[in-house]
């Protein structure tokens, strides 16, 4: 069984800039990885037909044959580096400097992948034969659009009658000590666009025209004041947020015809994408008809809320978290999205990896010895799960 470093192999992956939707040779050198350990390997490349998306390596291998299968999830892609000037090392040649690995990649993801096929090797050397099975479900396309990743991937293993048992995602979960948070849920996300229609004219004539601004300020101030709910114990309160407000109008004497803004609610259990859009189209389509305004929503549903209800499975990782680490975890839903949200239609999952703190930033970097303490998490999730 060949001995695999978790540091070793996080440097050779940061290595590669693969940048969304840029696979840059990564999915690959992994997969060649995993060969080595005895992992039937299998890279699914997807392609949206519908959509102007670029092509996406994945991959999905499996050691083993066995029930229970149990699957790491994770990403090789990342987000771009920004200006290299501003960062201390070149981001794609890791460097280690007061023991921290720097490097894009080095928080969020890369470094976890490491870890855990590190710890499968380890627990590989020590138990040869094992009851059960070990999985990988690792995408390129986490951070860009998520069309031709792990939620085509998941279609493929429901189509394929692949089951998985339970799945540990391995983004990094910890605000600012590893060991302080594991996320078993998420809140879900919607995005919209908010078109009004009114009718262009002269600023000197306004009552020959119709401005669609004051309308969609309207609408605006409505959709902002109009508290969602209070949360509740596993998820703060849902909320809708403007991101942009845009008339595409350079004359100062001119009325528009057209206003437009753009917002994104994240949402508890307590709502679906589908109770939100109802009312958000309540709010839209009344005002406009009060100002005999005409109007158009695009929504964008990026995932549902979940929860995943703490099993035998979670309880156990969170006590070898605070055996390893000496911090007490807790249960979070906290955060953005994650992959996690198309994982759970075919498993249970939790999500613990590294610390956020770094992610996306300037000098992204790991420590060391957090490196080393998150394989020997992994590896004992391993051992436990297996017995």
Request: proline share 5%; glycine share 6%.
């Amino acid at each position: 069984m060949p001995n695999i470093n978790e540091l070793t192999l996080a440097k050779e992956l940061i290595k590669f800039p693969s940048v969304t939707p840029k696979d840059a040779g990564a999915i690959g050198f992994l997969a060649k990885q995993l060969k080595r350990l005895g992992f039937n390997c299998k890279i699914l490349e997807f392609k949206d037909k519908n959509k102007k998306s670029k092509p996406i390596k994945n991959i999905y291998a499996r050691l083993g044959k066995r029930s229970p299968n149990l699957c790491y999830a994770g990403h090789t892609d990342v987000v771009p580096p920004g200006n290299f000037k501003d960062w201390t090392v070149n981001p794609f040649k890791p460097t280690i400097k007061k023991n921290h690995l720097i490097g894009r990649g080095a928080n969020d993801m890369k470094s976890s992948i490491a870890c855990f096929v590190a710890a499968v090797g380890k627990f590989l050397k020590k138990r040869k034969k094992f009851n059960g099975s070990i999985s990988f479900l690792i995408t390129g396309d986490e951070e860009g659009l998520a069309i031709n990743g792990t939620k085509k991937v998941v279609d493929y293993l429901k189509k394929i009658n692949e089951r998985i048992d339970f799945c540990i995602v391995g983004e990094p979960t910890n605000p600012n000590r590893l060991g302080e948070m594991i996320k078993i849920g998420r809140r879900g996300s919607i995005s919209g666009t908010i078109m009004i229609l009114g009718s262009q004219g002269h600023v000197a004539y306004p009552h020959l025209s119709n401005n669609p601004i004051n309308t969609l300020v309207k609408i605006c101030k409505k959709l902002n004041e109009q508290k969602l709910d209070r949360g509740n114990k596993n998820f703060q309160p849902s909320n809708l947020e403007f991101t942009s407000i845009n008339v595409d109008n350079k004359a100062t004497n001119v009325i528009p015809a057209v206003a437009k803004a753009q917002f994104n609610v994240r949402f508890n259990n307590l709502h679906t994408s589908s109770s939100l859009k109802k009312k958000i189209n309540t709010v839209v389509k009344n005002l406009s008809k009060r100002s005999k305004c005409k109007f158009k929503i695009d929504y964008h549903v990026s995932g549902e809320s979940f929860l995943t209800k703490p099993d035998k499975t979670i309880y156990m990782a969170k006590k070898i978290i605070r055996k390893i680490t000496k911090v007490k975890p807790v249960f979070s839903t906290t955060g953005g999205t994650s992959d996690a949200r198309f994982i759970r239609k075919i498993s249970p999952c939790l999500e613990f990896g590294l610390v956020n703190k770094t992610m996306h930033k300037i000098d992204e970097c790991v420590s060391l010895k957090d490196l080393k303490n998150l394989t020997k998490i992994y590896l004992n999730i391993l051992e436990d799960y297996f017995k």
